[in-house]
């Protein structure tokens, strides 16, 4: 890309470059080895040294852009590659300033908008190059969803849940118990009673995202039956008398009392 100017100190009738340029200046940008043929005002010529040009290849600059998002950091990561020394040098230019020697940058941005990021590399031969990238920061997504029952229990374990989020593409649930799901509006049976912190992740097309939580409370049930009859007779079936239900073993106690009725 950039060019070399050869020259020469003296003025002389005739001056003739090997690759065919005239004049007392050169422009080259190619690899090679370059003289010059000079004719003085009594028709001598001769060969001036040879000068060897060697080009180096610059570096190639470029970066990445991710999460292009209203408050939330945005990355900036280099990618920039040098065919011949290594990079040693990186240089970037952000709204907020300029940040040196860093792979990686970040930047918050309060306001929607167009913006501009520029990255200048040098490698440890002084060769240079430079990108700019413009790129928009859009709206977050609003996560939002909600459930259909406010009674859930062991015997009512199901809670049907609806995502009312705006502008989403993909869904992630989180039902706090090792069970997850990415459906839009899941289904989800809780094993066992106790409080489930549920969270939604929501993303739209810019991958922004954005999460909200509800607390679920599934409940034990009261579930105790109490016969009418028994058989004492010794055959196993129906021998003893007394209540059954769910979580019996939780009572310490209760009162049984027996009314001879005539």
Partial sequence: ???????????????IWNDGALGLTASVDTAGDYFITVTDTNGCISNSDTITVRVIPKPVANFSIEQICLSRPTYFINSSVADTGIINFKFW????????????????????????TELIVVSDL???????????IYNNPEASFIF?????????????????????????????????????????????????????IVSDT?????????????????????????????????????????RMEKYQAYNFSVYNII
Avoid at 161 to 189: C, K, L
Avoid at 219 to 239: E, H, K, R, W
């Fill in 1 to 15: 890309g950039e060019q070399l100017e050869l020259k020469i100190d003296s003025l002389y009738t005739s001056n």
């Fill in 93 to 116: 230019n952000l709204l907020n300033g300029s940040i040196a020697n860093k792979d990686t940058v970040s930047l918050t941005y309060p306001n929607l908008g167009n913006y501009t």
């Fill in 126 to 136: 002084g060769c240079s190059d430079t990108l700019s990238k413009e790129f928009n």
């Fill in 148 to 200: 259909n029952t406010y009674n859930a229990s062991v015997l009512h374990p199901e809670v049907e849940f609806t995502n009312t989020s705006n502008n989403v593409q993909s869904v992630f649930w989180d039902f706090n118990d090792a069970e997850f799901s990415i459906e839009q509006n899941p289904i989800h049976t809780f094993k066992s009673p106790g409080l489930y912190k549920v969270l939604l």
């Fill in 206 to 246: 810019n991958l922004c995202i954005d999460s909200v939580s509800h607390t679920i409370k599934v409940s034990y049930d009261f579930v105790l039956y109490l016969p009418n009859a028994f058989t004492p007779d010794g055959d196993g079936i129906n021998d003893f008398f007394g209540p059954k239900g769910l």
